[in-house]
Structure formats: C-alpha cells, structure tokens
C-alpha cells in the first residue's frame, strides 16, 4: 500500500513569510495528524483530524497557524507569518483509528526559517 | 508531567553487546505501547508493539509494566545497524498519540 506522503522535503524561508506543507494519508485512514518535531526532541502533536474535523488542536499556535482538511482526505497545514523558532521538522502521520493501530509517518518538511 | 519520560542517552555500546531502554508513563489508563525507531534526518518507523504479556521479535524484547507504568526494549546482540534513536509511544486512547524524547542508540565496531 502507498504510504503517506508529504510535500515538500524541504523548504527555505525568510521570517515573515507564509509556507504551506501538504499531506495525503495512506488511504482509509480517518485520523491524520500533524507533528512537529525540533532536534534532540520527540514529535510533538499540532493537531490531530478524525475525517475533515479537528478534535484535538489545543497545541497549534492558532495565531500563525491554520490547518485544514476539508474532504476528509488529504490535508494543508498553513504557518503565516513564519517566526524563526518555526523551523523544525513538520510530520504528517495518519492511522486506522482502532486500538493498536500504530501511527504511520510521512517523510516530513524540514522547514528552514532565516 | 509529561505524558512520557524516556532518558535520553546517549547509549554507546559495543557490538554484540545487550542494551535495554526504559520508558515511564504517567496515565495509568493508557491502552496502547509501540517502540519506534529514527534514523538521522528520517522519519519515524515503527519498531514494534508493546502487548502486556511482553513480545519479542528477533533480537529486539518489548515488556510492559502497568504497575509500575512503564515500558521497556531490550536489543540483544547489538548491530551496526541498530544505531538510533528510539522512541517510546504511549496511546491514552486509541487516537491520541504520546512521544517520549527519544534515546540515541550508538553501537561501536
């Protein structure tokens, strides 16, 4: 099966600017979830989808942040305007939803901001 | 507290040689364990599953301990190859996924 995947690899920025980064889940997949990981750290969540609806977004900085998945399939996490303290690898992962199933990763955004 | 505590290492050790992680919980009710590994620069991948019977595969042995609430890999005979991070990953719920910082794995020829 394909697994998620995630565009672009990488992306380069000056601060002030907007990024967007996409994801499409391994298809079947309900939950889709948006990771943020900084060096050294474990993958912290932003935000986490059941469908097209956000049910958990309490860590998305929603001053610069915005997230969205309106088909219930592929979704769009937005950063505008980008800060420095924005760069970090952006995870999107996505997971059958039952007890025991394991999160799958996409390759991640390294976001660079300068 | 955080949701997982896992010592970050680092952990270098020989080849061949036995290494075990350990990787503490603080909700008692929750449901799901996986171990995941991380190469340098990649995502992570998933290691395997944590049952509360204990489980092994191979080299690597996953046991849970909800009385104490934790978990715990063992990797026996050490590879090049095992080099990582590895990450703990405690689910409250079915949907909520919880990491912990990861410990970096070096195993030295």
């Known amino acids: 099966e394909a697994g998620v995947v995630q565009s672009p690899r990488y992306k380069i920025i000056e601060k002030k600017q907007p990024v967007a980064f996409w994801c499409n889940p391994i298809?079947?997949?309900?939950?889709l979830y948006w990771y943020r990981q900084n060096l050294g750290q474990g993958p912290e969540l932003l935000i986490r989808?059941?469908?097209?609806?956000?049910?958990?977004d309490s860590q998305l900085p929603k001053d610069r942040f915005s997230a969205e998945r309106l088909k219930g399939v592929d979704s769009t996490l937005k950063i505008q305007p980008a800060e420095l303290g924005d760069s970090a690898v952006y995870l999107c992962?996505?997971?059958?939803?039952?007890?025991?199933?394991?999160?799958?990763f996409g390759n991640g955004t390294r976001l660079t901001v300068t | 507290r955080k949701e997982v505590e896992q010592d970050p290492g680092p952990f270098n050790v020989p080849e061949g040689a036995t290494v075990a992680f350990n990787c503490t919980y603080s909700n008692s009710a929750s449901q799901s364990f996986f171990w995941y590994r991380q190469d340098c620069r990649k995502e992570p991948k998933l290691l395997m599953s944590v049952y509360s019977s204990g489980n092994e595969d191979g080299r690597f042995t996953a046991q849970l301990n909800r009385a104490s609430q934790y978990i715990s890999l063992l990797i026996r005979d050490s590879k090049l190859s095992d080099s990582a991070t590895y990450l703990c990953v405690v689910t409250p719920t079915g949907n909520q996924f919880y990491f912990g910082t990861g410990t970096s794995l070096t195993v030295i020829p």
């Open positions: 992962a996505s997971s059958g939803g039952t007890d025991n199933s394991p999160l799958h």
């Open positions: 298809s079947g997949h309900n939950t």
């Open positions: 989808y059941e469908n097209e609806e956000a049910v958990d």
